[in-house]
């Protein structure tokens, strides 16, 4: 009877949980893979065919990235972005059965999709209604939080964010939280740029960063925030890595 009764009241927070889901919240979903040892290229063909077949729109447009340092060097990562919850009530079992008849044979290691939701705090220049076109690289940083500092992290990254903004830097910014397929306390910051090289001339700025920082959020918080936030992370908890897109494997929009 115990059971009945634990069971019930989890499936009751489940279903509250689920219908509670805010509409608004913007979600991007990521696979990433690596393919078999000389199948790369056909890798890359069979991928690009799917693509072409059903990713063909804005709404179902994908995206493919390639790790060119790190650990994940030579990895890919596919990247479907700015979904709505009632994107996922969609059957998509052709494009699913294509890829696992068609595809998925020149895979040595597939991650799964995962779903991340994109955070308005930390996140700027950025706009949804009018998003710029993919960038040719994308500095991705992941973040592995604690349980009991994901406020402390979350509380650095949007104040980060505003002193970014007063600096007057226009370079997109964007924060995500892992939502499905992993770690809940995982975030990544996506940095896109289109050039290794500086474009923009240097800003100059009466104030440094940290009297900006104290400036807008009191004397003193910088201090307390930076140390806040290196205590949040795990100790494994910061990797950096660069991608660069891979055109012929994305949607042509």
Known sequence: MKKVVVLTIALCLSASMFS???????YWNTWQYKAKDGMQQKFEEAAAKKTNMFNTSPETAIVTYRFIDGPNAGSYMRIEARKSPSDYDKDRSAEGNYWRDNVSKYIANNGGQVRWQLLNG?????DPENPAPPA???KMITFNVKADGVRAFRR?????SKVIEKRGNKNPRMLFRLESGGNRNQFVLALPYESHKRTDPPRENENTWREDYDELFGWGTFEEDGKNIDASLEF?????????MVPEMSTKI
């Open 236 to 244: 494994w908890g910061e990797q950096v890595e660069t991608l660069q």
């Open 156 to 160: 650095w990254m949007y104040r980060a």
């Open 20 to 26: 509670q889901r805010n509409d608004n919240n913007e």
């Open 122 to 126: 930390g996140t700027i220049n950025y």
């Open 136 to 138: 040719k690289y994308v």
